[in-house]
């Protein structure tokens, strides 16, 4: 390392003695010592390769083909030596600047080449869950005649209704009006139904059924769903190519939503209204049979007051007619509160905002990427700067 200082520090001085200048006109110009560049000159100092470039600056024919032996380290002992880092980046500064420039307007160009993307929102919030006093009566009683009803208080996991088929079925086979006031199907949108080039050299038709799949594949991501588990607020968006569209099927799945969690409510009501109405029919007919037993049992034994034995038969036929006859008229109230039930009973979901067509897109997001391009230019081009140094 000495002598390549040495054969370095040889070639600045004949540099300097061909062209006549005095070691203080250059040190004053490097801004050292004239000592210190004696000392580079005889290769006493080892040449940094700030004074290298310090010393083309001022001196441009000046070439040191050696220097690459001497010059320092960026990585020495697996540690990074961020002086020298920086001096080389520095010494790169305009190519790595309009690098950076040529990549950013790169990335702005390339954004305009992307499809423009909408996002709408419909906001959904639940109503309070309050059970009905006449729903709990009825599991009671449900119970104490042996009968297994389920839990009446029903929970949907929204997300999965979103995401169903069946949404996205209905969806896909639906119409929809663009912002052009034209009516155009999703698969048309999407341009499903056009045939491949591998189809035209085959000349072969393309399945619908194939075409519906891949339809109802591609409605589910573009819908994303989330719930706050804390508040129970459900946020629905879509995202597609139109704003008009986007919005309204934002809407379109809110009211899917409501109207298969209402189909399920009645349902439930129906069972239950079903349940208790035969429940009803068959007490009818036993308070009926043991009412007629116990008429029957008066006429024969008109003198049971006088007889234990005919007393207690008594009893028991007259608490059996008791019995059915509060089951009965049980049974009877809980069949019109299971009525009224069902015309008051309220939604499950409440639609807080609707969805609007959105003003601006929401993708591609061009500041997004300009900053992507020009910091992958960034690390590019001073990548390249750190190979060649």
Avoid: C
């Avoid at 080892?46 to 600056?57: A, H, P």
């Amino acid at each position: 390392m000495e002598n390549e200082s040495f054969q370095l520090g040889q070639k600045i001085k004949r540099f300097r003695l061909l062209r006549d200048i005095r070691q203080e006109d250059m040190a004053e110009k490097m801004g050292i010592s004239r000592a210190t560049l004696i000392n580079y000159e005889k290769g006493h100092t080892k040449i940094n390769l700030d004074f290298l470039n310090t010393l083309k600056k001022h001196y441009p024919d000046f070439e040191a083909k050696d220097q690459n032996l001497i010059k320092p380290k960026i990585i020495v002992d697996n540690s990074i030596d961020f002086k020298v880092l920086w001096s080389v980046l520095s010494a790169n500064w305009k190519y790595i600047l309009f690098t950076s420039i040529f990549f950013a307007f790169l990335g702005i160009s390339s954004s305009f080449l992307l499809k423009k993307y909408f996002s709408a929102e419909i906001s959904l919030y639940p109503a309070k869950n309050d059970p009905a006093q006449s729903i709990a009566q009825f599991q009671s009683l449900a119970a104490n005649l042996g009968m297994n009803t389920g839990n009446s208080d029903q929970s949907f996991n929204i997300p999965d209704v979103v995401k169903s088929r069946l949404i996205a079925g209905k969806a896909v086979n639906q119409y929809w009006t663009n912002v052009n006031g034209e009516e155009t199907s999703l698969i048309k949108l999407w341009n499903l139904d056009s045939a491949p080039w591998f189809n035209v050299l085959r000349k072969t038709e393309t399945d619908t059924v194939i075409i519906f799949e891949n339809a109802i594949k591609k409605f589910n991501k573009h819908i994303k769903v989330s719930e706050d588990r804390i508040s129970g607020l459900i946020k629905i968006s879509t995202t597609f190519q139109d704003p008009i569209i986007s919005a309204d099927i934002a809407n379109f799945i809110g009211r899917q939503v409501e109207l298969y969690i209402q189909k399920e409510n009645s349902a439930q009501s129906t069972k239950e209204k079903l349940f208790i109405s035969e429940r009803l029919y068959i007490v009818k007919n036993e308070l009926e049979k043991s009412e007629l037993n116990l008429k029957d049992f008066k006429e024969r034994n008109r003198g049971y007051d006088d007889s234990p034995e005919l007393f207690m038969i008594f009893s028991q036929l007259f608490r059996e007619v008791e019995g059915k006859k509060e089951v009965y008229l049980t049974l009877q109230q809980q069949l019109e509160l299971a009525r009224i039930d069902e015309v008051k009973r309220s939604p499950i979901l409440h639609v807080l905002d609707y969805a609007v067509p959105p003003i601006k897109k929401s993708s591609p997001n061009r500041l997004y990427f300009m900053l992507v391009f020009t910091l992958f230019g960034l690390i590019l081009s001073s990548s390249k700067a750190v190979s060649r140094y």
